[in-house]
T-cell receptor
Framework: NAGVMQNPRHLVRRRGQEARLRCSPMKGHSHVYWYRQLPEEGLKFMVYLQKENIIDESGMPKERFSAEFPKEGPSILRIQQVVRGDSAAYFC???????????FGEGSRLTVL | QKEVEQDPGPLSVPEGAIVSLNCTYSNSAFQYFMWYRQYSRKGPELLMYTYSSGNKEDGRFTAQVDKSSKYISLFIRDSQPSDSATYLCAKDGGGAQKLVFGQGTRLTINP
């Protein structure tokens, strides 16, 4: 059973470009979470999604950031008009139930030039 | 004040030593505590979790929670070089798996 798959593992963007990060949860998991890890900081919750629904986006910046988890395909975290402060590692996690253990992917590292 | 505070280290100890990693928290609501281990360039993996005060043991690892002082600890006995990693404490943040993490302590076990 493959783990949580994230791609790309590394992404470089120039200021003003768009970044799209993808996450395929573990098989059988319908709960997906995105966390951001800034340099020298702990992980910070961004958003919690179930299939086709955003359940909690209280940690998501109000502008430029969006997330989706369509009926078919991976979850997508989209960052529009990236700025240098968006440079971070973005981790996706999935769980089989709302209260189940979180299984993290290896992260996508975004660098904004 | 951050909701979960953790000394970032780095912490370096010789192989075989007992390691003590600590966190404090400020919000007493939603008291479900976890320790994650994160190897370099990898995702965090759950080591231990606990709901209650007191100790919970799993092999060489012991998690301790003191709710009266809002203090959580992880002890590693007979530390091994393979334990070298960043250790993150976390507590639930009032939503389904909406975890609040400390900033992590970087640990190195020297052979």
């Amino acid at each position: 059973n493959a783990g949580v798959m994230q791609n790309p593992r590394h992404l470089v963007r120039r200021r003003g470009q768009e970044a799209r990060l993808r996450c395929s949860p573990m098989k059988g998991h319908s709960h997906v979470y995105w966390y951001r890890q800034l340099p020298e900081e702990g992980l910070k919750f961004m958003v919690y999604l179930q299939k086709e629904n955003i359940i909690d986006e209280s940690g998501m910046p109000k502008e430029r950031f969006s997330a989706e988890f369509p009926k078919e395909g991976p979850s997508i975290l989209r960052i529009q008009q990236v700025v240098r402060g968006d440079s971070a590692a973005y981790f996706c996690a999935s769980s089989p139930t709302e209260a189940g253990e979180l299984f993290f992917g290896e992260g996508s590292r975004l660098t904004v030039l | 004040q951050k909701e979960v505070e953790q000394d970032p280290g780095p912490l370096s100890v010789p192989e075989g030593a007992i390691v003590s990693l600590n966190c404090t928290y400020s919000n007493s609501a939603f008291q479900y505590f976890m320790w994650y281990r994160q190897y370099s360039r990898k995702g965090p993996e759950l080591l231990m979790y606990t709901y209650s005060s007191g100790n919970k043991e799993d092999g060489r690892f012991t998690a301790q929670v003191d709710k009266s002082s809002k203090y959580i600890s992880l002890f590693i006995r007979d530390s091994q070089p393979s334990d070298s990693a960043t250790y993150l404490c976390a507590k639930d943040g009032g939503g389904a798996q909406k975890l609040v993490f400390g900033q992590g302590t970087r640990l190195t076990i020297n052979p």
